[in-house]
Every structure is written in C-alpha cells, then in structure tokens.
C-alpha cells in the first residue's frame, strides 16, 4: 500500500509548482482522489477531488489556481498551483477520502510560499 506525494519545495508568492503522488494500483482504482494539506497550527483540509472519469471539484479558496489531474496509467495523481499564495504553505498529502475516513495517510510534500 503505498501513497507519497512529492514535488514540493520553496517558491515564492506569485510562482507555480507541480505536485505528483504515487500510489499503489488498489488505491489509485478508489474513486475519488484527492488532495488535501495542512498548514501549521491548523486542521487538514480537503482542497480538491477528481473522480475516475476526470471530473474535478475544488475548495473555493484554491479555485482558479489549482487543478488536479491524474494518470491512470502510471496510477499518478497531480496537483498543478499557480499564483501561489503564503497561505497556501502547508504539507500536501493525496488520499482516497474513504481512507482518509480511516486516518490512513501516507508521506506528504511541504510546500513554503515566502512572500
């Protein structure tokens, strides 16, 4: 079973990042995916989900800045952000909201925004 996001890194406000999660065959095949992070001192959120067939929702803070996507045939799941914001710094974590529900979480990616 496997989950681990990578390509964070520090960027500054205004820049652009590519996001990736590798995940094992059976949870890629979970419907839907998402994305989630948590910012220092706060809660993890829930920022965008996509389901099988491509469809995407977004948390409305991110709307218009990210977009999730996915390659089945790698069973890969990208974050792609844009105009990034101070406030979008947190650690990023992919995960199937099913096994989220069962706080079962794999390895995230941080990403800083210095402003």
């Known amino acids: 079973v496997q989950l681990q996001a990578s390509g964070g890194g520090l960027v500054q406000a205004g820049g652009s990042l590519r996001l990736s999660c590798a995940a094992s065959?059976?949870?890629?095949?979970?419907?839907?995916l998402a994305w989630y992070r948590q910012a220092p001192g706060k809660q993890r959120e829930l920022v965008a989900t996509?389901?099988?067939?491509?469809?995407?929702n977004y948390a409305d803070s991110v709307k218009g800045r990210f977009i999730i996507s996915r390659d089945n045939a790698k069973n890969t799941l990208y974050l792609q952000i844009v105009t990034l914001k101070p406030e979008d710094t947190a650690v990023y974590y992919c995960n199937a909201p099913s096994l989220a529900t069962l706080n079962f979480w794999g390895q995230g990616t941080l990403v800083t925004v210095s402003s």
């Open positions: 065959g059976g949870i890629f095949s979970l419907n839907p």
């Open positions: 996509i389901t099988s067939d491509g469809s995407a």
